[in-house]
């Protein structure tokens, strides 16, 4: 019942670039809130690797990079490793729900 | 550093409530405007935010689960716990409890190892 919505998978051979979209709503990503971007791998805690739609947080290489327009927000991935090689979640705050919304989740396969 | 670890059962019966505890250390609960929130993954599924409580006490949860829920904290123990009534099988899941502050727009920074709960008779 995810209320942002990001492509189930997206691949790309090593040193490529791949992005991952996150579409909401004016409830949510289109609203003051900003949008957070986590890295998940197997049996592990998530980890922020974008935050406030475009901040790195430090130790994150700069090979990510965060936007947002209007609805929708983005996570690229510049010069692809196979340590990327993980689930990703998009996440913002929604007036309407008056609570945190995660994205559907994508896979990032490296080729 | 703040750690946070979650606690409870790994085995709950169908109809039966679940109880979970996250303890946090490194750092006092109370101090610091911060949120304490319950995230969980179902099996093959994506993330999804359960609620939060904030250090005054007071709560938010998901619409969609609040009718079940209840996040509480107890400030002595550094902790604060779960319960999560009329469990099925689609409540099976890693649980995660989260900090994330006003500061911080609801980034969740610190993070459990995240505790799987069944739910199977």
């Known amino acids: 019942q995810s209320v942002l919505t990001q492509p189930p998978s997206v691949s790309g051979a090593p040193g490529q670039r791949v992005t991952i979209s996150c579409t909401g709503s004016s409830s949510n990503i289109g609203g003051t809130y900003g949008v957070h971007w986590y890295q998940h791998l197997p049996g592990t805690a998530p980890k922020v690797v974008m935050y406030a739609n475009s901040n790195r947080p430090s130790g994150v290489p700069d090979r990510f990079s965060g936007s947002k327009s209007g609805t929708s927000a983005s996570l690229a991935i510049t010069g692809l490793r196979a340590e990327d090689e993980a689930d990703y979640y998009c996440q913002s705050y929604d007036s309407s729900l008056s609570g945190y919304v995660f994205g559907t989740g994508t896979k990032v396969t490296v080729l | 550093q703040v750690q946070l670890q979650e606690s409870g059962p790994g085995l709950v019966k169908p109809s039966q409530t679940l109880s979970l505890t996250c303890t946090v250390s490194?750092?006092?609960?109370?101090?610091?405007?911060?949120?304490w929130n319950w995230i969980r993954q179902p099996a093959g599924r994506g993330l999804e935010w359960i609620g939060r409580i904030y250090t005054t006490g007071a709560t938010n949860y998901n619409p969609s689960l609040k009718s079940r829920v209840t996040i509480s904290i107890d400030t002595s123990k550094n902790q604060f716990s779960l319960r999560l009534n009329s469990m099925t099988a689609a409540d099976t899941a890693v649980y995660y409890c989260a900090r994330d502050s006003p500061s911080t727009n609801g980034r969740f920074d610190d993070w459990g190892q995240g505790t799987l709960v069944t739910v199977s008779s």
């Open positions: 490194g750092g006092s609960i109370s101090s610091g405007s911060y949120y």
